[in-house]
């Protein structure tokens, strides 16, 4: 059975800005696996990074942190995710936040 392509706003899921993201639901993040060759503690920083609000994302980061984990670990490239966020336009607060953590 085939169905009609969808176009536009149509495709693409709504934005949710407003969801309150419990402690337990963030801590999840810091148990995920990296499938490929990169770092774990790279690897989980850019999930959360791209799947977080930045309220969500400053709880995170602070137990991310609590845990012993390397904020300013690279990728595969030598980039950290302090690099990779500051290069995005709208990432001004996530920026704010990893630094405040020490990221460099």
Known sequence: MKTEKKTGAD???P???DEWWSDER???FLELESSNDESPDFHVLVKAYRGMVPEAFQRFVNFFVESGRNINEADM???TILKIVSTHRNSVEYAEILKKAGAS
Do not use: E
């Open 77 to 79: 490239h030598g980039q």
């Open 11 to 13: 495709r693409t899921q």
């Open 15 to 17: 934005a949710v800005r």
């Open 26 to 28: 963030v801590k999840t």
